[in-house]
């Protein structure tokens, strides 16, 4: 008994030593695991912070350098850059306004007129050291150099585009190099005109669409937003144009995908303030983008991979489909690479890839587009001369029976070729308000001139060229601030003639705008079907009744842009639409 009671009492004391032990054992693996991920963290942390920290010197003393040698710039702190410049001009515009007008406002300041031709900004950590430039005359130089026109800033872009595209912002803006020639020439047959052409019925069928919501708001006749409609309008038509799917945005209400993109840009834009970059730094604002970032990859994988099946079955009955989608596109030529069979699934390279350019141009193909149409709705009905003008263009060019337009495109696309005037008064629109900039890496042998011989050296700075500066310079546009589309139809010989590179909407070079024709093309078809039926009246002046906002650093424009994606007009162009009631002249 006693041994037995010895035994149990040793085994006892046997099993709380074990445990004892384990426990201790786990303990102290536990504080090692601790340790090691604290030690971990604290490695990641101390790399960052000395990244930043040399990141921060080479811009500081780059700038500081510049400064010394007499170049164009704001007073430069040697800690903040130009960060406190950027803060006092923003805080000097009304709510929300563009980061553009803070870069214009900055230049203007300078010397208290139309500002310097080009001159250097540090923000860094918002953005890259900077030459701005705002002369065409030093654009062009960026354009057409060798290696800077092909050249991206790439770490700060893709920083920006990350949730946009996700795969860490990799996509045809910000590739450089062999990379970007590869996907380049993956996408580019479906911008040759001939397709283009032929995806115009898929985007006349949305425009008839969007028709039948403008006469529904005619018959209401109250107040509403422009904006949420064109864009329904352009997510609908980029759907099926990147991936064939029908969002159904305009018939069924907001489609996920569509949801999910906005709702990603919302986190991504605050509209309110564009110097919230703290705001940017909150956890749970990353932890969301994250998973709309989720959200969007799932949608778009699915889409690939039905299109892989639909295009296989194409092959398989040698069908030719009128157009063929950016998605679809890429499925041809890259089944089209030697040693591919149709069979075989996409690799996991190429369909990451895909998925993170099919989301670049999901939202390159939507959001500008859709703010440019705003934009002409908002000038052209301001300006009853130029309506006037637009709505005798259609006449002649697609007949006096309004309702035959639709068709007259879908037949013959082409015929939006024959609309100069048309042409003109969207160029004149996207002159007042560019929707992008253009950016390119500058380096040691470009050394940027002035029309007055000044030199601007780029060797580590990104260069920009600033749209909104170059459009509405005086040096190279007459009356700048005045809405007039007969610039773009007069010869060199008139005032109006505008400069060489003066208009950079698109940008030139090799790295300018993929989608450029098709903007053009769905703009007019836009305003070939809606010109002549509607008339809309802006409503800004009743919804900012009370507001005492001084707009002179806007230059009194109450529609201003606003940062949300693309530039948009603010407000999303409240107004009220009615039927024009109009009858083509010899028609009456
Ligand atoms: C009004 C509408 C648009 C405007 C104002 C616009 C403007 C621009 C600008 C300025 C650039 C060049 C950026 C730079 O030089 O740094 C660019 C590039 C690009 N755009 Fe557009 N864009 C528009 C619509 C579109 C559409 C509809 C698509 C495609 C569906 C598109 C696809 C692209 C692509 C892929 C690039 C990158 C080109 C490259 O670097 O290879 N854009 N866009």
């Known amino acids: 008994m006693e041994a037995e009671c010895s035994s149990h009492f040793g085994q006892t004391l046997q099993a709380s030593w074990v445990s004892a032990h384990l426990q201790r054992n786990s303990m102290d693996f536990l504080r090692q695991l601790l340790n090691a991920f604290g030690g971990f963290l604290l490695a990641v942390v101390a790399t960052r912070a000395v990244a930043f920290m040399s990141e921060l010197w080479r811009c500081r003393s780059l700038m500081k350098k510049l400064k010394d040698l007499g170049k164009p710039m704001p007073e430069y702190s040697t800690f903040f850059g130009h960060l406190l410049t950027a803060k006092t001009a923003a805080d000097e515009l009304p709510p929300g306004a563009h980061s553009t007008y803070i870069l214009d406002r900055i230049g203007r300041k300078l010397d208290g007129g139309n500002g310097p031709p080009a001159l250097y900004f540090d923000s860094f950590p918002v953005s890259v050291p900077m030459v701005l430039v705002r002369d065409p005359y030093i654009a062009n130089q960026a354009t057409s150099h060798p290696s800077v026109s092909a050249e991206k800033p790439a770490a700060s872009l893709r920083e920006w585009f990350a949730p946009i595209s996700g795969k860490g912002g990799v996509n045809l803006f910000t590739q450089n190099g062999q990379e970007w020639k590869h996907d380049h020439n993956l996408f580019l047959p479906f911008f040759n005109n001939s397709n283009l052409d032929a995806a115009m019925p898929v985007v006349v069928e949305q425009l008839l669409i969007f028709r039948g919501l403008l006469r529904k708001e005619a018959g209401k006749g109250d107040l509403f937003h422009l904006e949420p409609l064109a864009l329904s309008l352009m997510n609908d038509i980029i759907g099926l144009v990147v991936f064939n799917a029908e969002l159904g945005n305009q018939t069924s209400g907001s489609h996920p995908l569509s949801k999910t993109m906005l709702r990603q840009l919302g986190l991504k834009f605050n509209a309110n303030n564009v110097m919230d970059n703290i705001g940017q730094l909150n956890p749970l604002r990353k932890l969301s983008i994250w998973n709309n970032s989720r959200i969007l990859n799932q949608h778009i994988r699915t889409q690939i991979t039905k299109r892989v099946n639909a295009f296989r079955d194409a092959k398989a009955r040698h069908e030719q489909s009128a157009f063929n989608s950016i998605l679809d596109q890429a499925l041809e030529t890259y089944y089209s690479q030697s040693g591919r069979k149709l069979s075989d699934p996409l690799d996991k390279e190429f369909m990451d890839s895909l998925c993170a350019q099919l989301r670049m141009f999901f939202f390159a193909g939507y959001d500008s587009t859709a703010s440019t149409m705003v934009t002409c709705c908002y000038l052209i009905w301001k300006h009853p001369e130029v309506l006037a003008?637009?709505?005798?263009?259609?006449?002649?060019?697609?007949?006096?029976?309004?309702?035959?337009?639709?068709?007259?495109?879908?037949?013959?696309?082409?015929?939006?070729?024959?609309?100069?005037?048309?042409?003109?008064?969207?160029?004149?629109?996207?002159?007042?308000?560019?929707?992008?900039?253009?950016?390119?890496?500058?380096?040691?042998?470009?050394?940027?001139?002035?029309?007055?011989?000044?030199?601007?050296?780029?060797?580590?700075?990104?260069?920009?060229?600033?749209?909104?500066?170059?459009?509405?310079?005086?040096?190279?546009?007459?009356?700048?601030?005045?809405?007039?589309?007969?610039?773009?139809?007069?010869?060199?010989?008139?005032?109006?003639?505008?400069?060489?590179?003066?208009?950079?909407?698109?940008?030139y070079g090799i790295r300018n705008c993929t989608g450029q024709a098709f903007v053009l093309k769905e703009v007019k078809a836009f305003l070939a079907i809606i010109c002549r039926e509607f008339d809309f009246q802006q409503c800004y002046d009743e919804v900012y009744a009370d507001e005492?906002?001084?707009?002179?650093?806007?230059?009194?424009?109450?529609?201003?842009?606003?940062e949300h994606g693309s530039a948009h007009l603010r407000g999303g162009f409240p107004c009220r639409v009615s039927l024009s009631g109009y009858v083509p002249e010899e028609a009456r």
């Open 548 to 562: 005492k906002l001084d707009l002179a650093t806007v230059d009194n424009e109450i529609a201003y842009l606003v």
């Open 389 to 507: 003008k637009l709505r005798a263009e259609h006449d002649e060019v697609f007949g006096r029976n309004i309702a035959a337009c639709p068709d007259i495109i879908n037949e013959n696309p082409s015929i939006l070729n024959s609309l100069p005037y048309t042409l003109a008064v969207i160029k004149e629109a996207l002159r007042l308000f560019p929707p992008a900039n253009g950016i390119r890496m500058g380096c040691k042998d470009l050394v940027l001139k002035g029309r007055d011989g000044t030199e601007y050296p780029t060797e580590g700075c990104a260069v920009q060229m600033s749209h909104f500066s170059i459009h509405r310079n005086p040096q190279c546009w007459r009356r700048p601030l005045e809405f007039l589309p007969e610039r773009f139809l007069v010869g060199p010989d008139h005032e109006l003639y505008p400069e060489k590179g003066a208009w950079r909407t698109f940008e």
